[in-house]
């Protein structure tokens, strides 16, 4: 059964302070790994895909990179506009759909 | 156009109302999806449409009917709810489904911002 972890589930960080949301997958037939992100009462934004270990891709503070087991999502000197919750999915070619990690939970306090 | 359109944004309704939530994209994607989100969990998948056939259906209610009058509509039939169905429901459309096609990006997902659900 594919399987997607996400870790932390919730991190407060203070507007400037830099780290990483990590997302572990067991995906069958992995067709690429994304990255969204859900502002409460909304749907999920489209950010990032991945389809290759190695691959790294950016957007202003966000940057994902992929390996084969997981792919992490760092946030270099977050703003509060940041605070959101940020979904990882990896879409599984044998079983041609996405399966959602639980989230992260990012607030950035000012 | 890149915007996936649901309607109603807030639904209330009894559990003997019969009730529709709507969804519209003008993008071209041929294969269209609803999804179910408790709050704090992921989105859960209900429904996939490619070519405005049913694709997938993961063991979803007959409470819940799907409906895709032709590429760009997607329509979810409510009836006889229970509170626990209780959610925001989202519309998703992607270029095609994986697998049938490589094209980078063809299995992006864009969502609606969703209709929030609440069951009486």
């Known amino acids: 059964e594919d399987q997607v972890t996400q870790s932390p589930e919730a991190l407060r960080l203070q507007e400037g302070e830099s780290s990483s949301l990590n997302c572990s997958y067991t995906v069958s037939g992995l067709r690429g790994l994304f990255w969204y992100r859900q502002d409460p009462g909304k749907g999920p934004e489209f950010l990032f895909t991945l389809y290759s270990a190695g691959e790294e891709k950016e957007k202003e503070r966000l940057k994902a990179t992929l390996t084969k087991k997981e792919s992490f999502l760092h946030i270099t000197a977050p703003k509060p506009e940041d605070s959101a919750t940020y979904l990882c999915?990896?879409?599984?070619?044998?079983?041609?759909?996405?399966?959602f990690g639980s989230g992260t939970q990012l607030t950035v306090l000012p | 156009d890149t915007e996936v359109t649901q309607t109603p944004k807030h639904l209330v309704m009894g559990m003997t109302n019969k009730k529709s939530l709507k969804c519209e994209q003008h993008?071209?994607?041929?294969?269209m999806y609803w999804y179910k989100q408790k709050a704090k969990k992921p989105p859960e998948l209900m429904f996939v449409?490619?070519?405005?056939?049913?694709?997938i259906n993961e063991s979803v209610p007959s409470r819940f009917s799907p409906e895709c009058p032709n590429s760009s509509l997607l329509n979810l039939h409510l009836h006889a709810l229970q509170p626990e169905d209780s959610a925001l429901y989202l519309c998703a459309s992607s270029q095609e489904l994986p697998g049938q096609g490589e094209v980078a990006g063809a299995n992006v997902l864009t969502f609606g911002a969703g209709s929030r659900l609440t069951v009486l």
């Open positions: 999915a990896g879409y599984s070619g044998s079983a041609r759909q996405l399966t």
């Open positions: 449409y490619s070519y405005e056939k049913l694709s």
């Open positions: 993008m071209g994607h041929r294969a």
